[in-house]
Each structure stands twice: as C-alpha cells, then as structure tokens.
C-alpha cells in the first residue's frame, strides 16, 4: 500500500524478530559477546533477560546463525511443561527415538545422554534454547541442571540457554536453585532504547527496506521515543501506523502529529487510557516513566530490537 509512495522494498517495521533488521548498537554487540562468550565455556547454562518486546528473539536468532556447522540445537518455546514433557519434547527437537507410551524420566534420560555422547563423539555440539523460559517450574528447572551433569572430563555435553523476562532472574535466586544458579556462566539483561538509539534504529530500518531519504522528521522520531520509552516492538507499531497514516494524507514526510496520532490507533487502549492525556482529537501526550514502569520498560532503557 504505502511502499512504492515511500520508496521501500519491504515492510521496515514489521514486529516479526527479523535478525536482517538487527541493529548492532554497543550494547547490541556486547549481548552477543556474552552469549557467544558462555557458550564457548564449560559451564551448563547461559541467560538471557530483557522486558518484553526488547528483542530477546530478535537476539537469540543472531546468535543461532553464528553457530558452528556441527552444532545440534533444541528449542523450546512453549516450557510450561512437566519433567516428563520437557524431556519429551527435547527429544523430538533432537530426533532421539524413545518409547512414548512408556516413557519414564529415567528412560528419556537414559536416551538423551546416549544421544549427546555420540554427537560428541562425532565431534558435534548440542544446545538447548528455552524461550519464555520464566514460566519454567522449579522442578522442571531441577532436571535440566540434572542434564547438564552429563558430560565428559572436559566438558558438559549440553548446554541451555534459558531466555526470559525478569521474573526469570527472580525465580533463579530460589534457594532450591542455587545450584542451577551457580552453573549460568554468562547472563545479560536487554534493556530498551535510549533516545539517540531509537533514532537511528528507526534511520537503520527504513534503510534495510531500501529506503535511504528522510521519511521521519526528527521532531516525530523523538516522539516515538517518548509515546514507546524505546521498547523495540511498540515502536514498531506506532512507526508502522504512522507510515500508513501519513500515506493516507499524502505526506511525503512523517511528523509530530501523525506519531501521536498513530500512537493513540496502535498501542494497547487500556495502556493509553490509563497512562496518557487524549486530547479531544485523539492525540495524545508523552507518558511518564512511571507509566513506562507499569508497561514494563523504563525511559533509561538502552536496548535495540
């Protein structure tokens, strides 16, 4: 609809963890170099925290294209299961055949480390990614560290990484998991965009759609910042619905008013209603860092998508 009167390619702004759209900010860079970091170790897990919509998948799929060739990966994305499930569902992401109807924790155990010697043997490597990963249970927890007992004199023959939002920081200071705890050879926490960032996000993925002329004025990229505090994905919302907006009135240009007034179509109602001032027109005025709290994302964030 609105691509060729821009100029774009493709869609710049879609919420979907494209790694093509990735933005390699400092911080950006030193996320991956922890992850790359604590999967280059001996140690059993590594973490990944962030609020929502700061890229933690955008994130994780980076680090998967940067893995060797001879890594085997497991991913998990729903881990609201029981040890049995979980175990189960390992199984079927690294094609381990097992007995379903008598499957036991033992059994599936017993398959897994079978699995995980050979692949080793054949000099191979296996991770296991678990998504959502604050959703886990403390004993569904317990047994992955159990799994990570698996190795050799050198090395552990899997390794988790558990991705997750802060409640998952929370849930590893249980002292039933502290020796899970103790295992996490590298974590790092994402955090939004900081006003300079949301910035030249916004310049980096207009110009990975093709697009390298001034679409945003500066004055309505530094209202995304303060209508989103820096959260990757509801920029992506407002930055899209203005696109389409301005389309619609036939500007070439997208300013201050066309943000508010995309803001105020396409962020979530009841955020707006109770954290912002709507204006009889619709428009609508820059939260507060406490209503930015409530949403789950500071103004002092610093983390691109």
Not at 9 to 22: A, C, D, G, T, V
Not at 107 to 124: P, Q, R, Y
């Amino acid at each position: 609809m609105y691509l060729s009167y821009f100029g774009l390619q493709e869609k710049p702004f879609s919420i979907s963890p494209n790694p093509h759209y990735l933005f390699l900010s400092e911080r950006h860079k030193e996320a991956l170099a922890h992850l790359t970091y604590g999967l280059g170790e001996d140690g059993g897990f590594v973490l990944l925290t962030g609020e929502v919509g700061t890229g933690k998948t955008t994130i994780t799929r980076s680090m998967l294209e940067r893995l060797p060739e001879n890594t085997q990966v497991a991913m998990i994305h729903n881990p609201a299961l029981s040890e049995l499930e979980l175990l189960a569902s390992i199984c079927d992401e690294l094609q381990i055949t097992y007995d379903a109807k008598n499957a036991t924790l033992k059994s599936l155990t017993d398959v897994i480390k079978k699995h995980l010697e050979f692949n080793n043997k054949a000099g191979g490597h296996t991770i296991l990614i678990i998504d959502e990963a604050q959703l886990l249970a403390p004993d569904v927890l317990e047994q992955l560290r159990l799994l990570t007992n698996i190795e050799t004199d050198h090395k552990k023959l899997l390794q988790i990484v558990l991705v997750g939002q802060p409640e998952l920081q929370l849930l590893l200071k249980r002292n039933e998991l502290r020796q899970l705890a103790q295992r996490i050879t590298a974590r790092y926490h994402l955090l939004a965009l900081t006003p300079g960032q949301t910035i030249a996000y916004i310049q980096h993925r207009l110009h990975i759609a093709g697009c390298d002329k001034k679409i945003f004025s500066m004055e309505a990229m530094q209202m995304v910042h303060q209508l989103t505090g820096g959260v990757p994905r509801l920029m992506n919302l407002v930055c899209e619905r203005a696109l389409v907006g301005a389309f619609s009135k036939q500007q070439e240009i997208v300013g201050s008013d066309i943000v508010k007034q995309a803001a105020s179509e396409s962020l979530p109602i009841d955020f707006i209603a109770t954290n912002n001032k709507v204006s009889k027109t619709g428009s609508i005025w820059p939260y507060s860092a406490a209503a930015l709290m409530l949403f789950g994302a500071g103004i002092g964030l610093s983390f691109i998508l």
